[in-house]
């Protein structure tokens, strides 16, 4: 567990390799293997204090990603939303040069090398 102020949740642990290579600041990435039961959800809402965190959205651009998206859209009202180009479809499968410009619109700092 990290003291880090914003959180980003993405699907599976593919995204979060790809998000840590690009990202240049703390940021706790959690990874919800896809769509979350009730209990799962509110226990990621405890664990990492989500309720009082910068919490970012970032899914894969397909069915799952959007079921995803909306029920966590729900539990987290504050939950800033990062869309990757639907061409790339996957989060693990969008380009750094993509990811880092999508980052830091949302003010995430990003290695300069992937700009």
Do not use: W
């Amino acid at each position: 567990m990290t003291d880090a102020e914003k959180v980003i949740i993405v699907e599976g642990r593919t995204d979060k390799v790809q998000i840590q290579k690009v990202i240049d600041e703390q940021i706790e990435i959690i990874c919800t293997n896809g769509t979350l039961g009730v209990e799962r959800l509110e226990e990621l809402l405890i664990e990492y204090d989500l309720d009082n965190k910068e919490v970012f959205i970032l899914v894969d651009e397909d069915t799952a990603g959007h079921k995803l998206r909306k029920q966590l859209s729900i539990e987290l009202p504050h939950a800033e939303h990062i869309y990757i180009d639907k061409t790339f479809r996957e989060v693990a499968a969008t380009p750094e040069a993509e990811l880092a410009t999508a980052l830091l619109g949302r003010r995430i700092s990003v290695n300069p090398f992937y700009l």
